[in-house]
């Protein structure tokens, strides 16, 4: 059975870093063909891929984000994590992570984390 | 970027049958999935590679297109089918999602 869950700060201010934790269970990063990959989601709002990490170690980060983007994974320990540098508050939103195959679906996501940059 | 264009919402009764599309600004192949989600839950995967089932998804659930237009299909719908749905495009960078169209029952 997949399970992944996301951790991370809750509230954090303008400027900061966000620092965003996925443990999960039920597959390998290490295993051919998966993937972890961030998506989030304001509040009311649609869904914005963020990032993703293959068992390769190759990532992707979304290009609208530019260079703020940073995806590494744990292999040993099952976990992946995304960095989010200069944050402002249209970052605050639901993060989620999710179990990515190889042609680019999410195959089960977490639960979500709500993050909010606040002052 | 690859734009996905949905309809906002549609309302219909139960036991009918509801398509919803989902039409993309250049072609995505056949690598479009398509999503459940209702008010407070993460997203669930109904249909993979614009036509397969996930495992545990009702049959009520298809899925067809390929190229540049895509529907979802429920038939019947069920009253626990209220929910937004989007479909997403794996075949060019950056991948993306649509809009959601939010279905609800009459």
């Known amino acids: 059975q997949v399970t992944l869950k996301e951790s991370g700060p809750g509230i954090l201010q303008p400027s900061h870093t966000l620092s965003l934790t996925c443990s999960f269970s039920?597959?390998?990063?290490?295993?051919?063909?998966?993937?972890v990959s961030w998506i989030r989601q304001p509040s009311g709002k649609g869904l914005e891929w963020l990032a993703s990490i293959w068992w390769n170690g190759n990532t992707y980060n979304n290009p609208s984000l530019k260079s703020r983007l940073t995806v590494s994974k744990d292999t040993s320990n099952n976990q992946a994590f995304l960095k989010v540098t200069s944050v402002d508050t249209a970052d605050t939103a639901t993060y989620y992570c999710a179990h990515t195959k190889y042609y680019g679906y999410n195959y089960y996501w977490g639960q979500g984390v709500m993050v909010t940059v606040s002052s | 970027d690859t734009v996905l264009t949905q309809s906002p919402a549609l309302a219909v009764s139960p036991g009918e049958r509801v398509t919803i599309s989902c039409r993309a600004s250049e072609s995505v192949s056949t690598l479009m999935h398509w999503y459940q989600q209702k008010p407070g839950q993460q997203p669930k995967l109904l249909i993979y590679?614009?036509?397969h089932l996930e495992s545990g998804v009702p049959a009520r659930f298809s899925g067809s297109g390929s190229g540049t237009d895509f529907t979802l299909t429920i038939d019947p719908v069920e009253a626990d089918d209220t929910a937004t749905y989007y479909c997403q495009q794996s075949w060019n960078d950056p991948y993306t999602f649509g809009a959601g169209t939010k279905l609800e029952l009459k």
């Open positions: 590679l614009a036509s």
């Open positions: 039920g597959f390998s990063l290490s295993t051919y063909g998966m993937g």
